[in-house]
Structures are given as structure tokens and as C-alpha cells.
Nanobody, 110 residues
Framework: QVQLVESGGGLVQPGGSLRLSCVGSGFSFSSYTMRWYRQAPGKERELVATISRTGGSTNYVDGFIISRDNGKSTMYLQMKNLKPDDTAVYFC???????WGQGTQVIVSS
């Protein structure tokens, strides 16, 4: 059974940092491009970052860096200098398999 489990979300003050994790199981993790998305209240889900199976990456949000550790079947999203507009549920996704994680909530507020 293909599964993605996110963790690491929480409440953080503006200017703070968080690192999200996404653990994959039930598939050959190292073989697939993966992505982070986020969805803020009342808004459409948007692409945050993407990373190839070999680690080539594109980050679409300033201060966010995607990475992966294929040996641990884990993808990460390092988020720095967080702003209230970064408040959202963050999801990991494997596009080829069309599988989503359940999401992890990030709230940026003082």
C-alpha cells in the first residue's frame, strides 16, 4: 500500500523556521519525482517545490528549500523567515503515482 505521511507542522511566530518531513512507504521511494504543495484557507492548492529522484530541485517560495534522503525514504521542506501568508496545510505528493499525503498544518502567527 502506497503511503505518504507528513509531519513537522505547528504554530510558529513570523520570522521563524520549520522543517517538514514526508515519509514514503509501499513504493520505490528513490525512483520518483516528488513535490510539496500547500493549501491556505479558501485558496487553491499551490505547488511549493519539486525534487527529482536524483535530487535536482526547484523551489517556488522564497526561503523554502526542498531536499530528500532516499536512504530514509524521506523528503523534507526547510522553511525559513516564515510569514503569516505561509499559513496553510502542507502536502507531499508523488505525481507519477498520483498519491497525496494527509497533510500537516502550519500556522504562522504572533
Amino acid at each position: 500500500q502506497v503511503q505518504l505521511v507528513e509531519s513537522g507542522g505547528g504554530l510558529v511566530q513570523p520570522g521563524g523556521s520549520l522543517r517538514l518531513s514526508c515519509v514514503g512507504s509501499g513504493f520505490s521511494f528513490s525512483s520518483y519525482t516528488m513535490r510539496w504543495y500547500r493549501q491556505a484557507p479558501g485558496k487553491e492548492r499551490e505547488l511549493v517545490a519539486t525534487i527529482s529522484r536524483t535530487g535536482g530541485s526547484t523551489n517556488y517560495v522564497d526561503g523554502f528549500i526542498i531536499s530528500r534522503d532516499n536512504g530514509k525514504s524521506t523528503m523534507y521542506l526547510q522553511m525559513k523567515n516564515l510569514k503569516p501568508d505561509d499559513t496553510a496545510v502542507y502536502f507531499c505528493y508523488v505525481p507519477t503515482l498520483q498519491v497525496w499525503g494527509q497533510g500537516t498544518q502550519v500556522i504562522v502567527s504572533s
